[in-house]
């Protein structure tokens, strides 16, 4: 049988912004514009792309996949690829002419720039500008940082293809994917690589309002990246007293779920509201039903408490449980005794926790929203 072979070839230069692009970004817009020049032979079938830039086949490889926190423009360019059917598969450069041959030919020199990689652009400069220093400033410190501007290098024009763990560079190396140049500033996925002599200032830019370490951390993984931020970070916050207490202070308790009873003055809860109209009132709130009482009371005293409850319990009858805070007129003999007398269960809200009381804590905003409204209140004389 006999075989069509066609061959087919293009080629094109970079335009200024892709000169500047990381190497390994440049062998990825290689392979997208081939792919997007040839859609309509390749979409839908299954193909081989052969490269010469071994870290592309583990990226583009189909087990790995896109490192999360890949460059912004590899993310993008790995969604293109995804949607088409192909394996990778690594040929040294020396094996690689008839591909190198057309790079050595270049074409007049054409400008390609999508919008898209503009916003990607616009994005990083405003990560920059966000973070502790302008990016000029950035350039000049990260180009004088002895180990970052050796980064730089490697990140815009390749790396070597495998290094010693011991190398100060491979904490970089072992990421590379990750690592793009923007406006002469090495970028960390969307985060700016801060160098050395900026990562002080920088920790105490995120330490600003003393958020604590979980605070700080979070923060610094939208903005800014370098080795081991993550303990710059934590020995920060340990010699913050400030942050120190923000660390330890106790995550505030649950409020009590109290159960729905299952019928009418069963629990009430009680309590006092702040003078209105010069008088403190006495709320009492029936858990079933929700129905408000209001007393006005001259004096909170024990036995005033007392007077004015009963005057409710006459209406409505004992209820089996009484919730109250712990107000000296709770606390006190004479009203235990008086719950004691008449069966109820008196139930005191934990210390300091007036919250756990919530259904008066609800009725008393009610209560306050309702009376301005209202003009009168219907008195009560205890006698
Ligand atoms: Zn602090």
């Known amino acids: 049988m006999e075989r069509n072979v066609q061959l087919a070839y293009a080629s094109r230069t970079l335009n200024k912004s892709e000169k500047n692009y990381a190497q390994i970004e440049k062998e990825v817009l290689a392979i997208v514009f081939g792919i997007k020049k040839f859609h309509q032979f390749l979409y839908g079938r299954q193909f081989c792309l052969i490269t010469d830039h071994k870290p592309l086949v583990t990226i583009f490889g189909p087990k790995s996949g896109i490192p ?157 990246w370098w080795p081991q931020i993550d303990k710059s970070i934590e020995s920060l916050a340990k010699s913050c007293m400030v942050c120190q207490q923000e660390g330890r202070a106790p995550p505030s308790a649950p409020l009590h779920l109290w159960s729905w009873p299952s019928k009418p003055i069963y629990r009430c809860h009680v309590d006092f509201a702040e003078p209105l109209m010069g008088k403190m009132s006495l709320l009492l709130v029936d858990a079933y039903s929700k129905w408000l009482e209001v007393i006005p009371m001259t004096t909170t005293s024990a036995a005033s408490t007392i007077d004015a409850l009963r005057s409710i319990f006459a209406r409505f009858g004992l209820p089996n ?63």
């Open 68 to 224: 999360p926190i890949a460059a912004a423009r590899l993310q993008r360019w790995a969604l293109i690829l995804s949607s088409y059917r192909y394996t990778i598969q690594y040929k040294r450069t020396q094996e690689h002419g008839n591909a190198d041959g057309l790079s050595k030919l270049p074409t007049a020199e054409e400008e390609h720039e999508d919008s898209s990689q503009r916003e990607a652009g616009l994005f990083n400069l405003r990560q920059i500008n966000m973070s502790p220093g302008t990016v000029k400033g950035f350039v000049r410190e990260t180009d004088k940082d002895s180990l970052l501007s050796q980064v730089k290098k490697h990140v815009l024009s390749g790396w070597p293809s495998g290094m010693d763990q011991t190398n100060p560079l491979y904490p970089y190396f072992s990421k590379q994917a990750q690592f793009t140049c923007y406006a002469g500033c090495l970028m960390c996925g969307h985060r700016v690589v801060v160098p050395e002599s900026l990562r002080k200032p920088g920790v105490h830019e995120l330490h600003e309002g003393h958020m604590g370490v979980v605070r700080m951390k979070a923060l610094s993984r939208i903005h800014v």
């Open 321 to 383: 449980q009484l919730v109250s805070d712990n107000g000296p007129q709770f606390v006190s003999a004479e009203f235990n005794h008086f719950m004691k007398m008449n069966g109820i269960k008196h139930i005191r809200s934990a210390p300091y926790h007036p919250a756990s009381n919530g259904q008066v804590e609800t009725a008393v905003q009610t209560m306050k929203k309702k009376l301005k409204v209202m003009l009168s209140v219907v008195q009560y004389e205890p006698d």
